[in-house]
């Protein structure tokens, strides 16, 4: 089993620029999330997908969406990228049992905007 | 909304216990977990531990939970260069299924 897959793994875009982050898992886990990680601030929720065919916002939402494809694909797109989106981001995978939430995570994909 | 809170750096000696500590807001918390992100990679679960439990063992890993205060700390025994990683806590809710993560701890092993 791959677990959870990103691509790319590295990208430059400059500001204005469009792109979308692919993301797959293979654990036939109902639920996806996407992450920002930021120097100091630890890991920010920026959407997720509690089932195949629903979306929510978390956190850090603005300037992302995001399109469940079907239940191992979990695409973030950035329509027009901005200096602020500079980052790394994580995908991850889980079925939520109770509150029991034990998430796995693709590799992340460092995203440089200039 | 929820708020968990740890310090930024910890430096310990090669062969030292290494005490990571957590503190988080919300009182309806159920799960508390920890992650481990090695450089340049994802985040893996190393433990986690229910909320009616005071401590758990694994190895080389002791979570204790003091649920009073809000408290939660990893300790590694025994630590060695391949414990050098950035260390997360994390806690879900009664109906919040999400994980709320700490800004994580970079421990740093002196040899």
């Known amino acids: 089993n791959a677990g959870v897959t990103q691509t790319p793994k590295f990208q430059v875009l400059k500001t204005g620029q469009s792109m979308t982050l692919q993301c797959a898992q293979d654990m036939n886990h109902n639920s996806m999330y996407w992450y920002r990680q930021d120097p100091g601030m630890g890991l920010r929720l920026i959407y997720y997908?509690?089932?195949?065919?629903?979306?929510d916002k978390g956190e850090v939402p603005n300037g992302y969406n995001v399109s469940r494809l079907n239940k191992r694909e979990f695409s973030l797109r950035l329509e027009s990228a901005a200096p602020s989106q500079t980052s790394v981001y994580f995908c991850?995978?889980?079925?939520?049992?109770?509150?029991?939430?034990?998430?796995?995570f693709g590799p992340g994909t460092r995203l440089t905007v200039l | 909304g929820e708020d968990v809170e740890q310090s930024l750096f910890l430096s310990v000696r090669e062969g030292d216990s290494s005490v990571i500590n957590c503190t988080y807001t919300d009182s309806s918390s159920t799960y508390l977990y920890w992650y481990k992100q090695e450089p340049g990679a994802g985040l893996q679960l190393l433990t986690y531990?229910?909320?009616?439990?005071d401590m758990k063992q694994d190895q080389r890993l002791t979570v204790l939970l003091n649920k009073k205060d809000k408290h939660l700390s990893l300790r590694i025994a025994d630590t060695q260069t391949g414990d050098s990683a950035i260390y997360f806590c994390?806690?879900?809710?009664?109906?919040?299924?999400?994980?709320?993560f700490g800004t994580g701890t970079r421990l740093t092993i002196i040899p």
């Open positions: 991850a995978s889980s079925e939520v049992s109770g509150s029991h939430n034990e998430q796995f």
């Open positions: 997908s509690a089932s195949e065919g629903t979306t």
């Open positions: 994390a806690e879900t809710a009664l109906g919040n299924e999400k994980l709320t």
């Open positions: 531990i229910f909320s009616n439990m």
